[in-house]
């Protein structure tokens, strides 16, 4: 029994290495390879720099990526601050509207800041041109700056709530301390609260930028009409036929090179200060007392909130339901036939829908069962130097989606894994792309197990397979469910590595949904989008039942 455990175990890790250091490998390899000879060459290098417009896009994404993540700043830290330390009143109608902001999809996000700002019929410029008698709005989403605009408006989830946590376990005292020096509250928020919060703020921080610099469904609505490239985009053109795949892994080496410099720059920072918050006299917590400046503080969270959830759901809910977008809001413009359509009419749409839940619920069991694996392998030791597997599991986490599918690309085109044009290759895709989640979940749950439950059953002629399945595995029962279910939501909406990885037969709802954005029908779009926000509540609502309120914070803080 032990023997064949032991085999197991190593063949998990095999897997664990052929899903993550194989990819990278290979997208390293064929960065220097020639695409004819496979000899050894710079020349991809000099393809993929060697024109000014990549490098302009290169320059865009590193300007927009940081617009982003100040913007998100200034966002996500008054928002989370008011709702962690102050008497702001509205509380839970804050915290509702940034999750709805955090489980609607980017890109749909885009789609309805395309209704809500768009040039010409935009809903901003016409409600702007009928209360003033202008001839034009001054809203146009198809800008750099509305770019960063809408990016933000769904990117500063993270900054609140890795903020907001932070700020949730940190006591009264030292503020008391500030207090009695005669520091006022708006002094003593910027000088003692907010610094002991520094580390998720730049965590944070981090995050965004690089989900800017990775993001490719809403650069490709936004910035293409626009008249201007990013990254993503020119990584996506690159793969126009016949695909250039030597020079797009030149090209995305940036990326992977940025990401490791970013998290290395943040352990630098913070190993050089201490931000110790918690106390052993039970860290009591008082909230600050705004006086009437909690109703102002109370409107520019509404503020964001707007702009991020409740005018855009609006203009998808308008457009899903209406016979023509632009006729607005009547009785005669109401209809179902788009769902209907959408549903049950339009073969690609059923067939997508069925391939985004059947790959995203596969992706989900394999990321879960190879990361609960991993992480027993290391809590129990199991196998020499096993701690490496920690970070090797932890490692998709700042990879850019679109570099990792890239990688996909570059190792299961050829044999002997021929993977491409399979459903395979999108299932291992996402099960890589979210490991992390799945692994820190598990890790953090096979942490509450007391060992001796374990080691009791092994006394008594269990082997360590029959005990991890007998004893340890449905004491993680409602801790895996969780975890199930935050790999599984955005496995769902993944457009970034999609769009590299599927052919004609394998499509999935995000690819859909943007392909269809170039034939203009918003209505289908919106209608396509409302149906995959309406199973992510409903997700979401079964995740605060079964594991708490509290499992998409655990999301967020992988």
Not at 257 to 272: D, E, G, K, P
Not at 461 to 466: D, H, I, P
Request: glycine residues 6%.
């Amino acid at each position: 029994m032990r023997e064949r455990s032991y085999v197991v175990w190593l063949l998990l890790i095999a897997l664990l290495l052929l899903l993550v250091i194989n990819p990278l490998a290979r997208l390293l390899w064929a960065s220097f390879e020639h695409p004819e000879t496979g000899a050894f060459t710079l020349a991809n290098y000099v393809a993929a720099y060697g024109r000014w417009r990549h490098v302009e896009a290169l320059v865009n994404s590193l300007e927009i990526g940081l617009a982003v993540a100040v913007l998100c700043t200034l966002f996500g830290v008054p928002m989370a601050w008011a709702v962690s330390r102050t008497d702001m009143p509205a509380k839970g109608l804050v915290w509702g509207a940034v999750l709805g902001t955090f489980i609607m999809p980017n890109y749909l996000g885009a789609v309805a800041w395309i209704l809500m700002a768009g040039p010409n019929a935009g809903w901003l410029n016409r409600a702007y041109t009928a209360l003033t008698g202008a001839e034009t709005g001054p809203f146009n989403v198809y800008s750099k700056a509305g770019l960063v605009l809408v990016i933000a408006c769904y990117s500063f989830p993270y900054m609140f709530v890795f903020t907001r946590s932070a700020l949730d376990l940190i006591s009264s005292e030292m503020e008391d301390a500030a207090s009695t020096l005669g520091a006022g509250a708006l002094r003593t928020t910027l000088r003692v609260t907010l610094p002991l919060a520094l580390p998720a703020i730049l965590g944070a921080f981090i995050v965004e930028f690089l989900e800017a610099l990775a993001l490719f469904g809403t650069p490709a609505l936004i910035a293409l009409p626009a008249r201007f490239q990013v990254m993503t985009t020119m990584l996506w053109q690159m793969f126009e036929f016949p695909p250039q795949v030597q020079v797009a892994a030149a090209y995305s080496m940036p990326l992977l090179l940025v990401t490791v410099f970013l998290f290395w720059l943040q352990y630098r920072i913070i190993a050089r200060k201490g931000y110790a918050a918690l106390t052993g006299k039970g860290g009591e917590r008082r909230l600050v007392r705004l006086g009437p400046w909690r109703w102002p503080l109370l409107g520019y969270c509404l503020l964001v909130t707007s702009l991020s959830f409740f005018l855009p759901i609006l203009a998808v809910l308008q457009a899903a339901f209406a016979r023509a977008w632009g006729r607005g809001f009547s009785w005669d413009n109401v209809t179902i036939r788009n769902l209907r359509f959408v549903l049950l009419e339009q073969t690609s749409t059923r067939s997508a829908t069925i391939n985004t839940f059947v790959y995203a619920a596969a992706a989900s069991v394999i990321a879960l069962v190879l990361a609960l694996a991993i992480a027993y392998i290391v809590a129990r030791r199991l196998v020499p130097l096993g701690r490496a597997l920690t970070y090797v599991a932890m490692a998709p986490f700042v990879i850019p989606g679109i570099v990792l599918a890239i990688g996909f690309y570059a190792a299961y085109t050829a044999r002997p894994l021929m993977l491409y044009g399979t459903a395979w290759i999108l299932i291992l895709a996402f099960a890589t792309r979210f490991l992390p989640i799945a692994y820190t979940n598990s890790d953090a749950a096979l942490r509450s197990v007391d060992p001796e439950l374990e080691e009791a059953a092994r006394i008594l002629g269990a082997g360590r397979l029959l005990s991890l399945r007998r004893i340890v595995a449905p004491l993680l029962r409602r801790g895996l469910a969780g975890a199930f279910i935050l790999v599984f939501i955005p496995a769902t909406r993944e457009l970034s590595s999609a769009i590299f990885l599927y052919t004609t037969g394998t499509q999935v709802l995000s690819v859909l949904l943007f392909d269809k954005s170039d034939e203009g029908n918003f209505e289908v779009l919106a209608s396509m989008g409302l149906i995959l926000v309406m199973v992510t509540v409903a997700l979401v609502a079964v995740g605060f039942r079964m594991v708490g309120r509290d499992f998409l914070l655990r999301r967020t803080a992988t």
